[in-house]
């Protein structure tokens, strides 16, 4: 199994030989990678279920919006997807007007979505069927990372079709890991989001700890931040965090939880113990009872901040 990492500084392609890429779902990382790919001067074509998201957006960015993933499949040379769940990804393939009938040998497609190994792993014989290659390729980052090309990018899938898709790809991450066969980088993303979920809960709890013990909150956290607990998350979501009223949702509450479904449902799978994830998860359930699926998952600290000892009383 091939490890590798490309880091920043390496060669890119000049804008005349770049791909042609084509991004489906534009939900806050989505859109967010739709302005990435026009600042940086790549041909672009979106889609959306929502099709006035997409026509609003390309028009915003100068760049194209088709009407079906069918029609976006046969105009470009990479397909990148990155949609809410499993059963969003299947369909944008199965679909009538999807995927499987626009790609060709000419296309690399690769999804960016959290989703379980299987889901790609199901759809790739089809997908090989119509001469594309395909690869699951989920990133690890926020819309900060996306602007600034900074995201980390987890690759399944073979070699061969990621260095077709790599030029895209760069356009994104700073670091791209080819981690093994299809499914490897939806098994690694769920992996880094257990650590996530595990993260934001403490810090949520030692947040309202410090508060509570007559810490200013946005003195504990930027201790936090410039601690040995400082990694990646604790920067980039300090606003949601210390100004929570003032900060509109990054990562929702819906989203995390349906994230731990699927880790949850990958450790039965292969036999792994999870406790933290768990307790995670029924955390993550109480503050989506109390506060709304919609609200970012930040917002455990809000709930704890709110009625700390709810659950005790439950």
Not at 41 to 58: H, I, P, Q, S
Not at 281 to 294: C, E, R, S, T, V
């Amino acid at each position: 199994m091939r490890r590798a990492e490309s880091a920043p500084g390496g060669a890119r392609e000049s804008a005349a030989n770049r791909p042609t890429v084509g991004l489906l779902g534009l939900g806050h990382l989505g859109s967010a990678m739709a302005r990435r790919f026009a600042a940086e001067g790549f041909r672009l074509v979106v889609y959306n279920r929502t099709a006035d998201r997409a026509r609003e957006l390309a028009e915003r960015l100068g760049v194209t919006a088709a009407g079906t993933p069918a029609e976006l499949a046969g105009s470009v040379d990479v397909v990148l997807t990155i949609v809410s769940d499993d059963d969003a990804v299947t369909a944008l393939y199965r679909s009538p007007g999807g995927l499987l009938e626009g790609l060709s040998e000419r296309t690399v497609a690769a999804d960016m979505s959290t989703v379980l190994p299987e889901t790609l792993r199901a759809l790739e014989a089809d997908i090989r069927a119509t001469g594309a290659g395909v690869l699951d390729a989920p990133v690890s980052g926020s819309v900060a990372l996306v602007e600034s090309g900074g995201l980390t990018i987890m690759v399944g899938g073979e070699a061969v079709d990621l260095e077709r898709a790599r030029p895209a790809l760069e356009g994104l991450g700073s670091r791209i890991f080819h981690l093994g066969p299809l499914g490897s980088g939806a098994t690694m993303k769920l992996a880094v989001n257990n650590v996530i979920f595990g993260l934001n809960g403490a810090l949520a709890e030692s947040l309202v700890l410090a508060e509570r013990a007559g810490m200013p909150r946005e003195v504990a956290y930027d201790v936090f931040a410039a601690s040995a607990v400082g990694a990646p998350y604790v920067q980039y979501k300090r606003a949601a965090f210390v100004e929570p009223d003032a900060t509109p949702p990054g990562f929702t509450i819906g989203l995390a939880e349906k994230d731990l479904r699927l880790i949850s449902t990958l450790a039965e799978r292969v036999g792994a113990r999870l406790p933290q994830a768990a307790t995670n998860l029924a955390l993550l359930q109480d503050a989506a009872a109390g506060l709304g699926a919609d609200a970012d998952f930040s917002a455990v600290a809000r709930m704890l901040r709110d009625d700390p000892g709810r659950r005790d009383r439950d």
